[in-house]
Each structure stands twice: as structure tokens, then as C-alpha cells.
T-cell receptor, first 112, second 111 residues
Framework: NAGVTQTPKFRILKIGQSMTLQCTQD?????MYWYRQDPGMGLKLIYY???????DKGEVPNGYNVSRSTTEDFPLRLELAAPSQTSVYFC???????????FGQGTRLTVV | GQNIDQPTEMTATEGAIVQINCTYQ??????LFWYQQHAGEAPTFLSY????GLEEKGRFSSFLSRSKGYSYLLLKELQMKDSASYLC????????????FGDGTTLTVKP
């Protein structure tokens, strides 16, 4: 079992560029989440999904978009990258509302 | 919304016991998680409390008081590998069980 897999692990973007952070899970979890973590801070929820075709905004959605066409995949799209989006991004999944989240290894993004 | 407070840093000695506190003020509550995060790595699950009381799991225990909006994580027989950040997260009542995370407590274990 691979669990939650994120790609890429590292990326440097120039201001105004766009990219997609990939996330896939092989645990058949319905719930998936995208968080960002700034240095010395906790995790802030960007977007989440309760199942294929259903997504919703979290705490800090501006500048991001998501889609959930399958149970396994939950990509995060950054349009017009800004320096404020420099952060570590974690994708996570869980099987029910009341169980713990399993996290991917993170994507460290720098916008210059 | 949710407001979660944890101490920023703590230091303890190998073999000792340390208690990491978490207080929260929330508009809804459906359980509290503790996660461990080593530097440069992903968070990993430690414990979940939804009812008042103490949950023990090996060297780690977690306590919850819903009336006081208070939880703590107790680490016994500290080891060097316990040096990490410990994140308190409150699950809200909505669908998808979204969690709000505190900023984490960085624990340094010294020999």
C-alpha cells in the first residue's frame, strides 16, 4: 500500500506561472483534503472533498482550484502563482468523518 | 470558527515525562486529534478523543475535557526520537469532518 502519494516533492515557480500539484490515494477513502503549512505554523485547509465530483472551499481557498473526478485523485491547481503561495502543501485522506487523516509527504513550493 | 492555542516550544530531558497542553474555543466540536510531525516530514496520527477522559496508548496518553475546552498530550519515558512538533486539531461538526489545526508545539528532548 502506497497510501497518499504527492508529486512533485519540490518545485520552484516564477511569479505568474501556473502548476498542478498531484495527489492520489490507494486506500479507497472518500474524504480528501489539501492543506498548506507555512514555517512554524499549523496546517490551513485550502479545499476538501467528500467524494468524486464534490469539492468545497476551506479556510484559505483564494488562488487555488481543485477537481475530484475519481475517488483516488485530488489535484490542486495554482493559477498565477504569487510569493504568498510559497509554502509546503500536504494532501490528506480519511475514510469516514471520525477517523484520522493520512498525509502525503508534502510538496515544497517556492514562488520567486 | 475555531481558535486553538498551544505553547510554541517545550524542552525536556530524555527519560522524563512531558505534558503538552491545548486549549480551544470552537463553534462546533466533534473530537480532538493529536498528530506528531518530525521536521521536514508529514504529520502522523497519535490519538483521538471525542469523550471526556484519558486515552492511553503505550508511552503516549491524551486527555480531553470538553466543558473546559482543554486537552493535553502526555509523553512518558521520553526518547530522543520524540523531538518533533505536536499538532492539536479540532474536528468540527460539519460534513467531511474538517479539522482546524493549532500552530503546533515544538518539543526538544535533550540527553
Amino acid at each position: 500500500n502506497a497510501g497518499v502519494t504527492q508529486t512533485p516533492k519540490f518545485r520552484i515557480l516564477k511569479i505568474g506561472q501556473s502548476m498542478t500539484l498531484q495527489c492520489t490515494q490507494d486506500m479507497n477513502h472518500n474524504y480528501m483534503y489539501w492543506y498548506r503549512q507555512d514555517p512554524g505554523m499549523g496546517l490551513k485547509l485550502i479545499y476538501y472533498s467528500v467524494g468524486a465530483g464534490i469539492t468545497d472551499k476551506g479556510e484559505v481557498p483564494n488562488g487555488y482550484n481543485v477537481s475530484r473526478s475519481t475517488t483516488e485523485d485530488f489535484p490542486l491547481r495554482l493559477e498565477l502563482a504569487a510569493p504568498s503561495q510559497t509554502s509546503v502543501y500536504f494532501c490528506a485522506s480519511s475514510s469516514r468523518q471520525y477517523t484520522e487523516a493520512f498525509f502525503g509527504q508534502g510538496t515544497r513550493l517556492t514562488v520567486v | 470558527g475555531q481558535n486553538i492555542d498551544q505553547p510554541t516550544e517545550m524542552t525536556a530531558t530524555e527519560g522524563a515525562i512531558v505534558q503538552i497542553n491545548c486549549t480551544y474555543q470552537t463553534s462546533g466540536f466533534n473530537g480532538l486529534f493529536w498528530y506528531q510531525q518530525h521536521a521536514g516530514e508529514a504529520p502522523t496520527f497519535l490519538s483521538y478523543n471525542v469523550l471526556d477522559g484519558l486515552e492511553e496508548k503505550g508511552r503516549f496518553s491524551s486527555f480531553l475535557s470538553r466543558s473546559k475546552g482543554y486537552s493535553y498530550l502526555l509523553l512518558k519515558e521520553l526518547q530522543m526520537k520524540d523531538s518533533a512538533s505536536y499538532l492539536c486539531a479540532v474536528r468540527d461538526e460539519g460534513r467531511a469532518g474538517k479539522s482546524t489545526f493549532g500552530d503546533g508545539t515544538t518539543l526538544t528532548v535533550k540527553p
